[in-house]
């Protein structure tokens, strides 16, 4: 049975920073795409950055410049690293595992919740003005 559980959400000022953590436990993020969407009230779901079995990573114009994904496959966790953070950052974030060929060529935020067979139950993260 695949787990993924987000850690490392909470409330920061804007300007600040945040590192969100994604442990799998029966999943190993060194094959497929894993990413991490994110959903604010009454918004879709939005990809906003993944990263392939290779390393290579893609970024949502949002959020380009100021988050970075990464993974330790060793430790089967997915990272998140939020700089500059704004208060339109403000949502639930949500680690996704398994994710689509699509990953290599297009950008996250064209990607769709169905497209990743695993998913975490979300960490929130809210930033004030």
């Keep these: 049975q695949v787990r993924l559980l987000e850690s490392g959400g909470g409330s920061v000022q804007a300007g600040g920073s945040l590192r969100l953590s994604?442990?799998?436990?029966?999943?190993s993020f060194g094959s497929n795409c894993a990413g991490?969407?994110?959903?604010?009230?009454g918004k879709e779901r939005e990809g906003i950055a993944v990263i392939v079995s290779d390393g290579t990573t893609?970024?949502?114009t949002s959020v380009k410049g100021r988050f970075t994904?990464?993974?330790d496959d060793a430790?089967?966790?997915?990272?998140l690293q939020m700089n500059s953070l704004k208060p339109d950052d403000t949502a639930m974030y949500y680690c996704a595992a398994d994710g689509p060929l699509q990953c290599y060529t297009d950008a996250p935020d064209a990607l769709k919740r169905d497209d990743f067979g695993y998913w975490g139950q979300g960490t929130?993260?809210?930033?004030s003005s």
């Excluded at 994604?22 to 999943?27: L, M, P, T, V």
């Excluded at 991490?36 to 009230?41: C, N, S, T």
């Excluded at 929130?124 to 930033?127: A, D, G, K, S």
């Design 75 to 79: 430790n089967n966790t997915l990272y």
């Design 58 to 60: 893609r970024y949502a």
């Design 69 to 71: 994904i990464s993974k």
């Design 22 to 27: 994604c442990k799998a436990s029966g999943y």
């Design 124 to 127: 929130q993260v809210t930033v």
């Design 36 to 41: 991490w969407f994110r959903q604010a009230p």
